[in-house]
DNA sequence: ACCGTCGTAGCAAGCGCTTTCTATCGGTGA
DNA sequence: TCACCGATAGAAAGCGCTTGCTACGACGGT
């Protein structure tokens, strides 16, 4: 029924190991011997079986990339980046090509426990992990544990746009971390100096930790501005990282402070729908309230008005960690790199009306 | 180092072949040996090897989803949706979960040929492809033969938003096809009924069913209102799917038409670009030009104005596909499915001007 | 009390490939 | 001319798991 490395062996006269070894480039095989092989496969239209040389060899080229929400141009940028970097990491002869497969955890703690073990039954060949954490000890614990057994399997992990896991230490290859905290700051002193005071703020779910950063450097420069205290968290509402969740929220901030001259939300996703709260509630954009996303994601300089967000360059980030991946790029040095974030200032924020 | 069936056996004091059984869960096992060998997984710590089980069992738990952009919510959204049906499938004890990953083909032929293979490779339990296909006589081949060994080595193929492969016929195990055509042209009956005569059009890749059957949709309505001829390619242009290419269009489209009086976009995303591009050039949507985009993704109802287009159950699509390909739902009549699309009508269209 | 059965568990033969070790052969330098 | 060597190719031992078949008690019907 299916072609066999046998078969193939018997077609061209040689042996089963001849044929695994041209097909491997790494030994020594006559030219001549090479070709007729190389033809026997053509002929068979024969296909390696993957489990069968994952099991002999002990490895296997496949490469997951988990991210939270697949549905989400943030995640779906870094992922087809790495993917694209994965892919064409080591495009020579067979065997370098690597599989990168994407998984997605719905942010769901349990499914990105359950998607590591599925990549580590698999042998994967390195883990890409995409996104903010969940910052719960359990979790955190698991996960730890769970790339120190992916580690010494010979599985690279990497990190992309999340904090360095701090029990696993060891484990991880290489860490890219985005400077949410410096973004979030940056963008707030932006609405501060523009003269804002009442400044409401949408975060994410409470336990990531991206939402977390973000929040701690809008904080901070709330604080340094001697706005910090009670008041901050009476402006503060958590939600999803979608547009609903961003409505809602805005509403709700406008209840309780209807004097609000601008709002920061986790993301432009979240902006889109805070603005879109604003719209039907007759506030003009920003004549009457600003409004500030986080990520530059591709539509954002389309909304109108455009918005005012920090930019993380995605797709670059991606990429630089599907190449840490599979070994093409050297780990920064001490295994750890921050990348920042780029204010672009836009039509969506502007003086405080009064 | 690692541990394998065995060392379980031995500390459970049993034969590998129960331990097998008791994780498979498919072969009567004893409720006090069972929960021995359960205890000693636990204790040990053991996680199958899955090459080794899949070499054994000539059978995988992967699933393969074929995308053209990941970084595309339209794509986003369906591999989310099957990815989620897949993981859910049978969730029941171990086996039944199967690994759902999505593969970036960037669109490239070559790219969807190796991520078959290398599925193929890994004897993928199935494969959903989604999107529409590149029309090249030689791809399509390829691609129906690829598909007919898989199919005939026992994975499922599933089709997504993609017309049925003509040569493929019994290797398709369900096909799930969005009726584009008879949504652009409700789409451009819409805005003729406005009172539109000058509407151009943004196309995607002139390769793709996708962009053929919309645009087709389209002309049929063009010429049903007598604006056939070779007026209509004129007022037609081909771009890629993406914000830019739309921008770029409408410029090009502007010149050789500045009497435009609507603009229907590919999709969403090339609409929004259209917007940038009309609003830089002073002109208001929807007084002074109209535009509608397709898909309805998840933005366009944020957009200002929101935006009119085709709506796409995308999500339910997706789940469908994945359900298919666990073989959790039946496949349709004639394994072929037509979804249609719902026009939603919003703030970006109007009666032209004069 | 005997034998067919049912319920469990073990044996052992692979699954298809990789890789170590060994064999072979045409040179080569002395 | 002969021992020796480099370059290739083959033999065979697994890799860790699944599964058909066999083995073995304990039961229950007659």
New binding site residues.
């Given amino acids: 029924m ?1 072609v ?3 078969d193939v062996a018997a077609r061209a ?6 044929v ?2 041209v ?2 480039g ?5 030219a ?2 090479r070709e007729r092989v190389l033809r026997a496969v053509d002929e068979l239209d ?1 296909v ?2 993957g489990p ?2 994952a ?4 490895t296997s080229d496949l490469v997951g990339v988990l991210v939270n929400d697949i549905a989400d141009p943030f995640f779906g940028i870094m992922a087809g980046a790495a993917q694209h970097a994965i892919g064409d990491g080591a495009p020579g002869r067979a065997g370098g090509e690597k599989l990168a497969v994407v998984c997605n955890t719905g942010g769901s703690p349990e499914r990105e426990l359950t998607y590591l073990t599925l990549l580590q039954r698999q042998r994967a060949a390195a883990v890409v992990l995409t996104g903010g954490a969940v910052e719960d000890a359990d979790h955190i614990a698991a996960t730890a544990a769970k790339l120190a057994r992916l580690a010494d399997a010979g599985t690279r992990v990497v990190l992309c746009g999340r904090p360095p896991v701090p029990a696993a230490g060891e484990a991880v290859t290489a860490a890219l971390t985005f400077d949410n905290r410096g973004g979030g700051k940056r963008l707030t002193e932006h609405l501060l100096t523009l003269g804002h005071r009442r400044i409401g703020y949408i975060a994410g779910p409470a336990e990531r930790t991206t939402t977390r950063h973000r929040l701690e450097g809008h904080r901070a420069a709330m604080e340094a501005a001697g706005l910090g205290g009670r008041g901050l968290d009476r402006l503060t509402v958590h939600g999803r990282y979608d547009r609903r969740s961003g409505y809602d929220a805005t509403l709700e901030l406008l209840r309780r402070e209807p004097r609000l001259t601008a709002v920061v939300a986790a993301n432009d996703t979240v902006a889109l729908g805070a603005c879109a709260a604003l719209r039907d509630q007759g506030l003009r954009i920003p004549d009457d309230i600003s409004v500030a996303g986080f990520d530059d994601l591709p539509f954002s300089v389309d909304a109108v008005p455009a918005l005012t967000t920090v930019r993380l360059p995605l797709y670059e980030a991606g990429a630089r960690a599907g190449r840490l991946a599979t070994g093409t790029e050297a780990p920064p040095p001490g295994g750890i790199a921050t990348i920042g974030g780029e204010l672009m200032v836009r039509a969506s924020t502007g003086r405080p009306a009064s």
């Fill in positions: 299916t066999t490395l046998a006269r040689v042996s089963p190991a001849t695994s070894r097909l491997n790494n030994y020594p095989v006559a001549s011997t024969y390696l079986n069968a040389s099991l002999a060899a002990a």
